[in-house]
Nanobody, 123 residues
Framework: QVQLVESGGGLVQAGGSLRLSCAAS????????MGWFRQAPGKEREFQAA????????YAADSVKGRFTISRDNAKNTVYLQMNNLKPEDTAVYYC????????????????WGQGTQVTVSS
């Protein structure tokens, strides 16, 4: 089992930045592909970005390329999502997730999920 806990969400003005963290426990994080998703009110949960176990490969949704960056520190068992130039439409609950294989990254087919952290961007 892997337990995931997100943090770093909050209220920010449009154009601002936030860095989300996802702390893992229970297993060695480097064994897992990690992803970030978000769910806005009334919408389906959507993929944001993923990173390989070593951190050597990343994949991001077109909608966030150039603004959001995923990274990881396996020594700290933590994955990050740096979000810059935030927009009101980025308001959502952000979730991190873990899976064992580098495929199907934008799908919901991840083995473990965190509880989410709220990000609110004001205009």
């Amino acid at each position: 089992q892997v337990q995931l806990v997100e943090s770093g969400g909050g209220l920010v003005q449009a154009g601002g930045s936030l860095r989300l963290s996802c702390a893992a426990s229970g297993r060695t994080l480097s064994n897992y592909v990690m992803g970030w998703f978000r769910q806005a009110p009334g919408k389906e949960r959507e993929f944001q970005a993923a990173i390989s176990g070593s951190g050597g490969s990343t994949y991001a949704a077109d909608s966030v390329k150039g603004r959001f960056t995923i990274s990881r520190d396996n020594a700290k068992n933590t994955v990050y999502l740096q979000m810059n130039n935030l927009k009101p439409e980025d308001t959502a609950v952000y979730y991190c997730a873990a899976k064992g294989v580098w495929r199907g990254l934008p799908t919901q087919q991840y083995d473990y999920w965190g509880q989410g952290t709220q990000v609110t961007v004001s205009s």
